[in-house]
């Protein structure tokens, strides 16, 4: 259903970055690049995570309750993940760990201060 999420970002080169290293261990690659907007996926068909500077020229700012949440295949990838967030200079949010029965996530958020979680099921 969901075809792709965009975040803003004041720093194009800085989040580029950061994303690349971060979905790369996820599997993503660069599917789009324009300059401006960037977006990775894990292949054809597949659900991208993209960063843009903003269309009406004004500064990026964060969304208050919007956090994006990125799925992963155990629980050592989601350590791994949160790892490489916080080693790639994201804040801490929440470290990786259970939260509930079957739900287990690390929360950070990125160089411009959207949120993000990595979790798995199961």
Do not use: C
Not at 47 to 76: C, E, Q, R, W, Y
């Amino acid at each position: 259903m969901i075809g792709y999420v965009t975040l803003g970002t004041n720093d194009m080169a800085r989040a580029a970055k950061f994303y690349d290293a971060l979905l790369g261990m996820l599997g993503a690659k660069r599917a789009m690049d324009m300059g401006t907007f960037i977006a990775w996926a894990t292949g054809p068909g597949q659900p991208m995570l993209s960063v843009t500077k903003p269309f009406d020229g004004k500064a990026a700012t964060i969304g208050n309750g919007v956090m994006v949440a990125l799925a992963v295949d155990s629980k050592a990838k989601v350590d791994a993940v949160y790892k490489k967030a916080m080693e790639l200079g994201a804040k801490d949010e929440g470290p990786a760990g259970p939260r509930g029965d079957n739900f287990y996530a690390g929360y950070f958020r990125d160089l411009d201060g959207n949120k993000l979680n990595v979790f798995f099921m199961g």
